[in-house]
């Protein structure tokens, strides 16, 4: 799936060829070049920089300085690339692009974890994720220190409220899924999100799920809850959760604690690809 994410990102930028590097810069040019960081965070994405220059030209030699989950400031060279010039130029903004927004994730990621640090909650990450690239930003997010909840609809049956509804009620919809489950021979888990304390004990009355989620639950309400849950039902809080009030959810004794914002509201880490010459 990452080669062909690459593959198309290559195909999207590059089109019929860069005409501005095949017109200004002869062919047979070498040059090196180094990821230089101009801000702070966690970086991210140098194991795929890595892919995606030896995608376009195997001849380019990648030196890595910085290993991705490391911390990173203002300053610091990451790696340095050497090879055809021309192949230099036609992966940097790709490179740029992909590496800014992963290493935006896992910094998120790090501040997150770093606030639930000691707690026994679990970072999960959600499917709110920018299409096409999600195996990228999952993998930032692992960087980051958090863990991947599942990587679409197909690796986990996850009963919503718009599920529960279209099925008719809780009930009938754990109970067609476990049906699904058998008749199609599946090793999948099934999650069943609930809304409030009454949906929760029809749940509790059927059980057959692997895990709750606790839906816009408050800490408080949870803490109320999680007794009545039987220790093999593994939990999750989603739904309202900020850096400012995850410590006090983490401290519920939860399982995980599902956020979309690691993927969908972060803002780009400060990065550039500069050419290097040698005196």
């Not at 304390?197 to 803490?223: A, C, G, H, T, W």
Request: proline content about 2%; some cysteine.
């Amino acid at each position: 799936m990452i080669d062909s994410i690459i593959e198309l990102a290559l195909k999207e930028d590059i089109g019929e060829g860069d005409h501005t590097s095949l017109s200004c810069v002869p062919e047979e040019a070498k040059g090196e070049a180094q990821l230089l960081v101009k801000d702070t965070g966690i970086i991210a994405g140098v194991e795929l920089a890595k892919r995606v220059f030896n995608h376009y030209d195997d001849q380019l030699k990648v030196e890595v300085l910085i290993h991705d989950g490391s911390s990173v400031s203002p300053g610091d060279i990451v790696f340095r690339v050497e090879g055809s010039s021309r192949s230099i130029l036609a992966t940097e903004r790709l490179v740029l692009n992909f590496m800014q927004r992963m290493s935006a994730i896992a910094s998120e990621t790090k501040k997150v974890t770093d606030i639930i640090a000691g707690t026994e909650a679990s970072l999960l990450d959600t499917r709110k994720t920018t299409p096409g690239i999600r195996a990228l930003e999952k993998w930032a997010v692992t960087i980051g220190g958090g863990h991947n909840h599942r990587y679409g609809l197909y690796d986990m049956i996850m009963i919503k409220d718009n599920h529960i509804d279209y099925a008719g009620g809780i009930t009938k919809a754990i109970e067609r899924a476990n049906a699904y489950i058998d008749k199609k021979k599946l090793k999948i888990n099934i999650e069943i999100e609930v809304r409030n304390e009454q949906e929760l004990d029809e749940v509790l009355s059927i059980q057959k799920i692997d895990r709750i989620m606790l839906d816009n639950f408050s800490p408080q309400q949870i803490k109320d809850v999680l007794p009545k849950i039987p220790a093999h039902i593994e939990t999750e809080a989603s739904g309202g959760i900020t850096k400012e009030n995850i410590r006090a959810y983490a401290e519920t004794g939860v399982n995980f604690i599902s956020s979309g914002a690691l993927t969908h509201s972060v803002t780009s880490l400060d990065l550039s690809l500069k050419a290097v010459f040698h005196s």
